[in-house]
């Protein structure tokens, strides 16, 4: 099977995949060498009548609603094509971010379309990969003919656009989609460039097979991840405490003297493993989970021994081999992480209990679709807008038949009945308006009034004006 990498971006209305929705999607296949494979796919999807933007996002990214109504498709068509000329066998997704980002957008735009949420980035010798943790592990390990950023207070920083900038790459305008795919695949073509050995060892180990026998071999070694500091490369010697299937691998940072956390219990080691911002809190636990099927970038610690390497990660291999004896010496203290883990998703379990999660943003809280009801949605996407009515009761799971109308409403409007017309304004109603000053309408409007006090350009105030106009126009119609 031939592979061949799908570059790929979004621009989204929100952080939240939940909630949010992607407006635009682009991509440019390359082969394996980084060369373009036909032409770049960009699209712009249809914002949902049910759905209010965050105004931050959109002055970021200037894709006004409107611009999505008027060239834009709907989700269940871009996922026809998407499947059709995109997700294509041997297909590897990658990005600058998508992995923990965009790929999460993706996974709920299928869900809530009657799509499998996972198939489209593994089956059929499809995978996955993420070019900002190379460029972490790059920068840490093997910096030497790139230019590297840095912060205006002097901070390392790994901005797409200040490495293509550095680097005399074209990336002409950032947060367009499809101007970040061509400058992430200029930005990977020059890793590739000057650290080819490094390129394709990170990129081997994108399967989570590869990782689990990198651990095998490796239970000490170099770690690259978002949680670490830039003042350190993003980058830390670790060692695993524990690995399982299910969790992935739990490493500890060997930067740390551990004499202050093998002695404590689990439920005051759960205190220290939560985040606070509190300047006065004792230590944060320096554990972090090491997710097999997240394409982690790790290399054998060896390359420790570099002094330079020593220098940008602030550790030398005596600190490291002295923090591992200690962290050895206590057989109690890997058992009692374990549990304080547990206590931590008790914790979250217990906070969310009463929760009422929407069936939308239920992907992960109701498990795996029956296989009766897998086919079920496969004959719903197959199906036409008239007869989509007739299949709510064939569906089991509730999630699904909750999401039936809605995905009628978005995908097929035209071909609402009067009763289901009704329905969807009684739906939107509730999820715009309900709530008085703490519902999505009044918290929209009042952070559109806070923008619009500050001192905007010409362009930022066309944004504004054009949200306001949105916001006016989908408000329900209800008798």
Same mark, same amino acid.
């Given at each position: 099977?031939?592979?061949?990498?799908?570059?790929?971006?979004?621009?989204?209305?929100?952080?939240?995949?939940?909630?949010?929705?992607?407006?635009? !999607?682009?991509?440019?296949?390359?082969?394996?060498?980084?060369?373009?494979?036909?032409?770049?796919?960009?699209?712009?999807?249809?914002?949902?009548?049910?759905?209010?933007?965050?105004? /931050? %996002?959109?002055?970021?990214?200037?894709?006004?609603?409107?611009?999505?109504?008027?060239?834009?498709?709907?989700?269940?068509?871009?996922?026809?094509?998407?499947?059709?000329?995109?997700?294509?066998?041997?297909?590897?997704?990658?990005?600058?971010?998508?992995?923990?980002?965009?790929?999460?957008?993706?996974?709920?735009?299928?869900?809530?379309? !009657?799509?499998?949420?996972?198939?489209?980035?593994?089956?059929?010798?499809?995978?996955?990969?993420?070019?900002?943790?190379?460029?972490?592990?790059?920068?840490?390990?093997?910096?030497?003919?790139?230019?590297?950023?840095?912060?205006?207070?002097?901070?390392?920083?790994?901005?797409?656009?200040?490495?293509?900038?550095?680097?005399?790459?074209?990336?002409?305008?950032?947060?367009?989609?499809?101007?970040?795919?061509?400058?992430?695949?200029?930005?990977?073509?020059?890793?590739?460039?000057?650290?080819?050995?490094? !390129?394709?060892?990170?990129?081997?180990?994108?399967?989570?097979?590869?990782?689990?026998?990198?651990?095998?071999?490796?239970?000490?070694?170099?770690?690259?991840?978002?949680?670490?500091?830039?003042?350190?490369?993003?980058?830390?010697?670790?060692?695993?405490?524990?690995?399982?299937?299910?969790?992935?691998?739990?490493?500890?940072?060997?930067?740390?003297?551990?004499?202050?956390?093998?002695?404590?219990?689990?439920?005051?080691?759960?205190?220290?493993?939560?985040?606070?911002?509190?300047?006065?809190?004792?230590?944060?636990?320096?554990?972090?989970?090491?997710? !097999?099927?997240?394409?982690?970038?790790?290399?054998?610690?060896?390359?420790?021994?570099?002094?330079?390497?020593?220098?940008?990660?602030?550790?030398?291999?005596?600190? %490291?081999?002295?923090?591992?004896?200690?962290?050895?010496?206590?057989?109690?203290?890997?058992?009692?992480?374990?549990?304080?883990?547990?206590?931590?998703?008790?914790?979250?379990?217990?906070?969310?209990?009463?929760?009422?999660?929407?069936?939308?943003?239920?992907?992960?809280?109701?498990?795996?679709?029956?296989?009766?009801?897998?086919?079920?949605?496969?004959?719903?996407?197959?199906?036409?807008?008239?007869?989509?009515?007739?299949?709510?009761?064939?569906?089991?799971?509730?999630?699904?038949?909750?999401?039936?109308?809605?995905?009628?409403?978005?995908?097929?409007?035209?071909?609402?009945?009067?009763?289901?017309?009704?329905?969807?304004?009684?739906?939107?109603?509730?999820?715009?308006? /309900?709530?008085?000053?703490?519902?999505?309408?009044?918290?929209?409007?009042?952070?559109?009034?806070?923008?619009?006090?500050?001192?905007?350009?010409?362009?930022?105030?066309?944004?504004?004006?054009?949200?306001?106009?949105?916001?006016?126009?989908?408000?329900? %119609?209800? /008798?």
């Amino acid at each position: 099977m031939t592979q061949s990498f799908f570059w790929y971006d979004l621009e989204t209305s929100s952080i939240n995949p939940r909630e949010g929705r992607i407006m635009q !999607f682009a991509g440019q296949r390359t082969d394996m060498d980084l060369h373009p494979v036909g032409e770049p796919v960009n699209s712009l999807i249809k914002l949902g009548d049910d759905v209010l933007p965050d105004p /931050d %996002a959109i002055l970021i990214t200037g894709i006004t609603p409107q611009a999505t109504l008027q060239d834009g498709v709907t989700e269940a068509e871009f996922l026809r094509m998407f499947h059709e000329e995109v997700a294509t066998p041997g297909t590897i997704f990658v990005g600058y971010n998508t992995v923990r980002f965009d790929d999460e957008f993706m996974r709920f735009l299928h869900y809530r379309n !009657f799509y499998d949420a996972y198939e489209w980035e593994w089956q059929d010798g499809k995978g996955r990969w993420d070019l900002l943790d190379v460029v972490r592990m790059t920068r840490a390990l093997r910096p030497d003919g790139i230019n590297w950023p840095m912060t205006d207070d002097g901070k390392p920083t790994n901005r797409l656009e200040l490495i293509t900038q550095h680097n005399g790459l074209d990336h002409e305008n950032a947060h367009d989609a499809l101007s970040d795919v061509m400058a992430s695949i200029a930005v990977a073509k020059l890793i590739q460039t000057k650290q080819p050995k490094l !390129f394709e060892y990170l990129l081997q180990l994108r399967d989570k097979r590869a990782v689990k026998q990198f651990l095998a071999v490796n239970p000490t070694f170099l770690y690259s991840s978002s949680t670490y500091s830039s003042e350190v490369e993003k980058t830390a010697m670790v060692h695993v405490l524990h690995a399982d299937d299910t969790q992935g691998a739990l490493v500890y940072d060997l930067r740390h003297d551990p004499t202050e956390f093998v002695g404590l219990t689990p439920e005051a080691l759960a205190a220290r493993w939560s985040y606070t911002r509190d300047a006065d809190a004792p230590p944060r636990l320096p554990v972090k989970t090491v997710k !097999f099927n997240r394409c982690p970038a790790m290399s054998p610690a060896g390359v420790i021994k570099e002094v330079a390497v020593q220098q940008r990660l602030h550790i030398t291999p005596e600190v %490291a081999q002295a923090n591992l004896k200690k962290l050895m010496a206590t057989a109690e203290f890997a058992p009692n992480i374990l549990k304080a883990r547990e206590l931590l998703d008790e914790a979250r379990a217990a906070q969310r209990q009463d929760e009422v999660v929407d069936a939308e943003a239920a992907l992960y809280d109701g498990g795996f679709f029956s296989d009766s009801d897998k086919q079920r949605t496969a004959a719903i996407r197959d199906a036409k807008p008239e007869e989509l009515a007739a299949m709510h009761d064939d569906l089991h799971d509730q999630r699904l038949r909750d999401m039936l109308p809605r995905y009628k409403a978005r995908n097929y409007p035209q071909h609402l009945t009067d009763e289901e017309r009704a329905a969807w304004e009684q739906y939107r109603s509730r999820v715009l308006i /309900d709530g008085g000053t703490h519902s999505r309408l009044a918290k929209f409007m009042h952070r559109l009034g806070e923008l619009a006090h500050a001192e905007q350009g010409q362009d930022r105030r066309y944004i504004l004006e054009e949200l306001q106009l949105y916001a006016e126009s989908i408000m329900p %119609a209800l /008798d």
